[in-house]
């Protein structure tokens, strides 16, 4: 798995932005040619948002990613900055574009198997049908992964395994801890559950097969 990200700094508004993206998720200002940001400079701006983090009392434990792997902050972070771009934007072929550019960008961030470990998440839904259970968990605010089926992936949770038992002993709004990994998506780069282009921007919800799950 990869654990680098390479950011640019908006020159209007000092946010950090994922290199795959040309414009400021924040201002919508777009990326300086040919230049490239100093390594201290974007220290600076991560020390800066976590004395930000710090004092606010308002903050979900999910979105504090300096507790996070640094995967799982770079994950966020992606989906995050491409779902800003797409609501700041009305021509239909640059969402099309953005959603092209978080599937390139989302898949770089892994390698190999697209498996990740010990992510930390709420649990929003619980669900069961016949010999089988599914699970949503809430990696920060409208970003979800899931266990289902769709795309012809079937990452569902049957009874007898290791998974089941633990979903029996879980409620929602449990904090959990996840290993397990992504499917392939030739349209999202990682396997999206969305019917449309607008949900799987807006509110993404991204298939996973849970390997390991335990509740802190």
């Known amino acids: 798995m990869a654990e680098d990200v390479s950011y640019w700094i908006c020159t209007s508004c000092r946010t950090a932005v994922l290199k795959e993206f040309s414009k400021c998720s924040k201002c919508g200002n777009r990326r300086p040619i040919l230049k490239r940001v100093a390594p201290l400079a974007i220290l600076a701006v991560f020390i800066a948002a976590g004395i930000v983090a710090t004092h606010s009392s308002k903050q979900e434990p999910a979105l504090q990613q300096s507790t996070m792997p640094s995967l799982e902050a770079a994950f966020i972070t992606a989906v995050r900055q491409a779902s800003d771009q797409y ?73 007898g395994t290791p998974i089941y038992s633990d979903l029996r002993t879980l409620q929602i709004g449990d904090r959990v801890v996840i290993s397990g990994r992504f499917l392939p998506s030739p349209e999202d780069g990682l396997a999206e559950t969305s019917l449309t282009e607008k949900g799987s921007m807006d509110e993404p919800s991204f298939l996973i097969l849970i390997t390991e799950m335990s509740h802190p």
């Open 87 to 159: 609501a700041a934007t009305h021509n239909p072929v640059e969402k099309t574009e953005l959603r092209r550019q978080r599937a390139v960008t989302l898949q770089s961030l892994f390698k190999g198997d697209l498996g990740f470990t010990s992510w930390t998440g709420k649990v929003v839904s619980i669900s069961s049908s016949g010999p089988y259970a599914n699970v949503a968990i809430s990696l920060s605010d409208g970003i979800q992964v899931q266990s289902g089926g769709a795309g012809g992936f079937d990452t569902r949770i049957y009874a």
